[in-house]
Nanobody, 126 residues
Framework: QVQLVESGGGLVQAGGSLRLSCAAS????????RGWFRQAPGKEREFVAA????????VYADSVKGRFTISGDNAKNTVYLQMASLKPEDTAVYYC???????????????????WGQGTQVTVSS
């Protein structure tokens, strides 16, 4: 069992930056890959970024590539999403997710993740 808690969401103006954190407890973080997803009202949950516990095989959605950075601190069992050049279109509830790590695959689909946090609201004003 893995429990995930997101933090760092809030209100920011367009062009600004924000860093989200996802702290994991339970099974050691190194055993799990971690992903970030987001969901706006009336929209499907959307993949944002994912990282292997080793830091390898990092992938991003095209919509955030070059603006968002995912990273992890395994000693703290925490993964981060550094968001820069934020746009109003980035407004959503952001969720952290975890799954048992794979030696060869970095998951991008929500159904592939076993554990989810409660989400943190990010609002970007124009």
């Amino acid at each position: 069992q893995v429990q995930l808690v997101e933090s760092g969401g809030g209100l920011v103006q367009a062009g600004g930056s924000l860093r989200l954190s996802c702290a994991a407890s339970g099974r050691t973080f190194r055993s799990y890959a971690r992903g970030w997803f987001r969901q706006a009202p009336g929209k499907e949950r959307e993949f944002v970024a994912a990282i292997r516990w080793s830091g390898g095989s990092i992938v991003y959605a095209d919509s955030v590539k070059g603006r968002f950075t995912i990273s992890g601190d395994n000693a703290k069992n925490t993964v981060y999403l550094q968001m820069a050049s934020l746009k109003p279109e980035d407004t959503a509830v952001y969720y952290c997710a975890a799954r048992p790590d794979s030696t060869s695959y970095t998951a991008r689909q929500a159904f592939e993740y076993d554990y989810w946090g409660q989400g943190t609201q990010v609002t970007v004003s124009s």
